[in-house]
Each structure stands twice: as structure tokens, then as C-alpha cells.
């Protein structure tokens, strides 16, 4: 089946252009809720998510063939479980917000799950990917647009074993967001044939891993995995160069981000991780979105995963045209959702409320930015990852 998202964005176009023609009649409002962290380490996520929502936001305000008009709260997650139960209870308890696009964090999307299913808050997850957020229990208010982790792992194992890579370490961060990618990269590089020499979890807010990186050097692997976030990723990366650890570093979609660059610099060179989905340019609406984002004239990059947020977004807001804004339709509406034509491309939810991500992209920092692997030098054989000849 050929998907026409062109065709639909060019109405959309059209009828921003009509908007400025036609008279403005009060519409109701209606407020939706957007979760993410704002600040601290991982802001640069967020902060993109939050823009991409917004952007979704505008565009449906300038439809004028809509019914609603269409407000986003923004709440600060902070990647913190505690945070996000706070906010998830605050947004929930409002009866003026019909719906949420959350979370980026799988602990705090973890910890938060309960408490939309206790308000009957329907919500799209933007950015999480712990499978047990639409697995660990049969809430019909939770949905996801993005893939989970069980699929970054498969393509990640048997990519980084096809390169020759035999001996490996992992570096996973203590949360349920590490644990669980460390969890699905053993299982599949066992079937890949590659070899765990150890296994270190370290805290998501540890600063110094001298002790863990010495083992780890006298241990010579040829790949570090690391499971974490990027404040983690980023002073594990330098300390590994301080101790003179030539190993190649390959992570999660938890490095994926321009913060994750711009704090190493150079060191960032070569390090890969595996992203949910096609490149944003290989996205059937991913030119559309790039320049409509760009129009708005945002302070920050829509990063790896504003094209989900948005996505969640029109997902919602096309939810509440068709039955109004009220929560439990809404949960019902987004429930039977099949082939939904997106920006990502065709959108079904499966009886957990997950999409089915077939498409898992494998990306290198080159030339000071994450770039798809089949894109790059390394994979044309003019660069060489660490210890390849």
C-alpha cells in the first residue's frame, strides 16, 4: 500500500494559506498535554520533542476546517521517575487536558504508566522505548509511536558482529531504561556469536568511572556497549580517552543527540548507535517537517525524535476531531488506530497500543554529527571504526 502523507500536506499547506482569508470564529479549546525533559542533561531531547509538538499544534490551529482549537501545556519530566509521576498526577487531575504526547525517559515513562491509566488519561509516548511501558500491562489509555528496545538490540547485535567485532564489554546504566538494553544486546550477541568478557551497571548520575574503565582495560575488548543516557555516555567517552582505552564505543538512542557531540567534541568521532526508524530525510513527510520546523524559527534542533513527537501530536489531535474531547473516546479512538498516514509513515497500534517500527537505522558521528551509517565514509571503507584495518 502507497501511502499519500504528500498529498495531505499539501492540504494542510492549503488550508494555512486559507486561514489568513477567511474569518476567525471562536472555537473551543482544548488543552493537551506535552511531557519531556525540559531541563537538565537530556533537555535537548525535550526540548525538540516539545517544539515538534508545538509545531503540530500550530498547523492544526491554522486549519480552519477543524473543529478545535487546540492549546499545549508543557510539563518538565526531568527524566526523573519521581518527577514524572508528579507531573503525569498534575496533568491528569485536570479535566481540562483531554490528552498527552509523553515522555522520552523509559524510567520515568515507566513509573508514570499507572498513573494515566488512575486519571483514564489517554496518552502517545513520543520518545521511550522500555518494552513494558505498552507490555507490562493492559492499560488501553497507553500508546507509542516509536519501536522499543528489543528491536534496536537485534539490529545493533548482528550490525556490530558483521563489522568483525568478537570480544565486547557492557556499560549499562542501573535504571530499567540500561538494564533492559543490556538485557536484549546479551541475548542477541549471543546469537551473533559475539563474546560478554563483563558486565558493569554504574549510577545514572555516577561521575567517576576510573575504577570500572581500569578493569575495562585490562579486560581489551574491542567494543564497549554502553546503555545509558548521554550524560553518562558523554564522561564515560572521556574518561575512556583519558585512560588510554582504544576500544569503539557503540550506544543506544540515549547518545543520539547533538548535546551528546557538542560536549566531546572530536572524542565523539566514530561512536555509533542505533535509531528508531528511517533518517529524518528518508521519511515519507520528512521534508515537510524539516521545513515547516524550520519556519517557526526554533532556538533548538528538532533532534532524533521530534518527528515522533509530532507524529503523537497530529495523532492525538486528529483523535479528538473524529470523536470530540472527551478521554474515554479518545482512548478508544487512538485504540483502534490502523495505518494512520504520518509523517513516519503508516501508523498501527497492536492490542498493547504499540506501533510496529520495522525500520531501525544505524548512525556514526562523522564530521562532527550523527550521520546513517550507509551515508558515511565508514560504511564506503574511507573511514575506519576503532581497531579495523
Not at 494515566?116 to 509516548?125: A, R, S
Not at 528489543?150 to 556490530?160: D, G, L, S, T, Y
Not at 567485532?165 to 549499562?172: G, S
Not at 561512536?271 to 515537510?288: E, F, H, N, S, V
Request: proline fraction near 6%.
Amino acid at each position: 500500500m502507497k501511502y499519500a502523507y504528500k498529498g495531505k500536506l499539501a492540504l494542510l499547506a492549503g488550508a494555512l494559506l486559507l486561514a489568513f482569508m477567511t474569518p476567525v470564529f471562536a472555537k473551543e479549546n482544548v488543552k493537551l498535554a506535552f511531557i519531556g525533559p525540559l531541563t537538565g542533561g537530556n533537555s535537548a531531547i525535550g526540548l525538540g520533542g516539545r517544539n515538534s509538538a508545538e509545531l503540530a499544534v500550530t498547523i492544526a490551529n491554522a486549519n480552519p476546517k477543524n473543529k478545535y482549537h487546540y492549546q499545549l501545556v508543557t510539563y518538565d519530566g526531568a527524566c526523573k521517575p519521581d518527577v514524572a509521576v508528579r507531573v503525569a498526577t498534575k496533568a491528569g487531575a485536570d479535566p481540562s487536558i483531554i490528552a498527552g504526547i509523553t515522555n522520552y525517559c523509559s524510567t520515568a515513562a515507566l513509573a508514570a504508566v499507572p498513573v494515566y491509566h488512575k486519571f483514564q488519561f489517554p496518552i502517545v509516548v513520543w520518545g521511550a522505548v522500555l518494552p513494558d511501558i505498552t507490555y507490562g500491562n493492559n492499560f488501553p489509555e497507553i500508546h507509542r509511536v516509536d519501536g522499543t528496545m528489543i528491536n534496536q538490540n537485534e539490529v545493533n547485535a548482528k550490525f556490530i558482529t558483521s563489522k568483525g567485532y568478537k570480544t565486547f564489554v557492557i556499560i549499562h546504566d542501573t535504571t530499567a531504561y540500561g538494564k533492559g538494553h543490556a538485557k536484549y544486546f546479551t541475548k542477541y550477541l549471543d546469537q551473533d556469536g559475539g563474546k560478554i568478557l563483563a558486565t558493569f551497571g554504574v549510577g545514572p548520575d555516577q561521575q567517576d568511572f576510573t575504577a570500572i574503565l581500569t578493569k575495562i582495560k585490562g579486560l581489551n575488548p574491542q567494543v564497549i556497549y554502553f546503555g545509558g543516557l548521554t550524560p553518562v555516555g558523554v564522561r564515560i567517552r572521556s574518561q575512556m580517552d583519558k585512560l588510554g582505552i582504544q576500544a569503539q564505543l557503540d550506544g543506544t538512542t540515549g547518545i543520539l543527540n547533538d548535546s551528546f557531540i557538542t560536549a566531546l567534541g572530536p572524542l565523539a568521532k566514530g561512536t555509533l548507535a542505533i535509531g528508531g526508524g528511517a533518517p529524518l530525510k528518508d521519511l515519507p513527510g520528512g521534508k515537510y517537517f524539516l521545513q515547516k520546523y524550520s519556519e517557526q524559527h526554533y532556538k533548538d534542533p528538532p533532534e532524533a525524535y521530534g518527528p515522533f513527537a509530532f507524529a503523537a501530536t497530529d495523532l492525538v489531535i486528529h483523535a479528538v476531531e473524529t470523536v470530540g474531547p472527551d478521554r474515554k473516546k479518545v482512548t478508544a479512538e487512538l485504540g483502534k488506530t490502523k495505518d494512520y498516514d504520518s509523517i513516519l509513515g503508516p501508523i498501527t497500534f497492536d492490542s498493547h497500543g504499540q506501533n510496529s517500527v520495522p525500520v531501525m537505522t544505524v548512525y556514526v558521528v562523522q564530521n562532527g554529527k550523527w550521520m546513517p551509517w550507509k551515508d558515511s565514509d565508514y560504511a564506503s571503507g574511507k573511514l575506519k571504526l576503532a581497531g579495523q584495518k
